[in-house]
């Protein structure tokens, strides 16, 4: 089967692609958001094809998997068929609604030809999304390996553009946290983080890591901190449990159910938060065992197999 997919979301595309069909990868001359291609620092099977907008109108498509709104004007125009008409689709929604739940409407919401597949139940439950059919497949990682060592005692925080987004992924929580450990924050856009925050640069490290790398130099902080208020279930949490780190986390969106008891900390007392990254910093063997205890959870909910076996079912009940 033939599988046109936008390049959007690294992380969630790499065990995407690891199913048993061909995908085809928009890919545009720029290389912009609408056409990257392939991953530069993910490693994807053979299977995965770049196609140009031209090459799309002549490519045997049987299911296409949309990410964002615009994607339906731009599957038509360079393939010349209609999502959901012509071609059977799916829309995968990443994220939770930015405004109330009881205010916003999916943008989907007023057809039925394009279900609308949610990424966790709690997207499904927050998102308004009406006429549309609605199904939940929940994340799933390719194993890293258990590569937790916990050497260096700092906390981990693992997010994109945090000046920007502030509050939503408690951009202003670190100052706090970094009283009781000094903090790796990884991801795009974090430098200048710590002088924005008023902190230290040795007490907040912002690290802008190639994929490749970025596991390994997570896994030698001694925990993982989880500070989002509103945002999907982060990969990158469900990633840092994968490698047999010990969570500490908001219990916010879909936490509580990625992380069981054993696993680590979910609260939305700070105090207790506070308490919990202290008492991993003092107590590597603590942080150890709680980490392991994170891994077998994550392996149990969130592994490939049962991603892809999900997503099998999915596709055989839209392309019927």
């Not at 449990?241 to 969106?253: N, Q, R, S």
Request: glycine letters at 8%; charged letters at 25%; aromatic letters at 6%.
């Amino acid at each position: 089967m033939n599988i046109l997919v936008w390049h959007v979301h690294g992380s969630w595309l790499t065990t995407f692609v690891r199913g048993p069909h061909t995908y085809l990868l928009p890919v545009t001359e720029d290389r912009g958001p609408d056409g990257l291609g392939r991953a530069v620092t993910w490693d994807w099977p053979p299977t995965v094809l770049e196609r140009t907008p031209g090459q799309l109108r002549d490519a045997g498509i049987d299911l296409m998997v949309l990410q964002r709104p615009h994607e339906i004007d731009l599957a038509r125009r360079w393939t010349g068929r209609r999502p959901g008409v012509d071609v059977p689709a799916v829309y995968v929604e990443h994220n939770s609604p930015d405004a109330s739940p009881g205010r916003q409407l999916h943008p989907l919401a007023g057809q039925t030809d394009i279900p609308v597949v949610h990424v966790t139940h709690f997207n499904r439950l927050m998102w308004d999304s009406g006429r549309a059919p609605a199904e939940v497949v929940e994340h799933g990682i390719v194993d890293p390996g258990h590569r937790w060592t916990g050497t260096e005692r700092r906390a981990a925080v693992v997010v994109n553009e945090p000046v920007r987004r502030g509050r939503t992924t408690g951009t202003d929580l670190l100052p706090r946290f970094a009283r009781s450990a000094p903090l790796d924050v990884f991801g795009m856009r974090t430098e200048g983080l710590a002088e924005h925050l008023g902190l230290p640069a040795g007490r907040c490290r912002a690290r802008d890591l190639p994929q490749h790398e970025l596991h390994r130099e997570m896994a030698r902080c001694r925990l993982y901190l989880h500070p989002v208020r509103w945002t999907s279930l982060g990969l990158s949490l469900l990633e840092a449990m994968f490698l047999g780190m010990p969570v500490v986390a908001l219990d916010t969106t879909e936490v509580r159910e990625a992380v069981p008891a054993g696993a680590g900390v979910v609260s939305n007392r700070l105090d207790v938060l506070e308490d919990a990254v202290r008492t991993f910093l003092a107590e590597p063997d603590h942080a150890r065992l709680t980490g392991q205890a994170a891994r077998v959870a994550a392996l149990a909910r969130y592994g490939e197999r049962r991603f892809l076996e999900d997503w099998e079912r999915l596709i055989k009940e839209v392309t019927r």
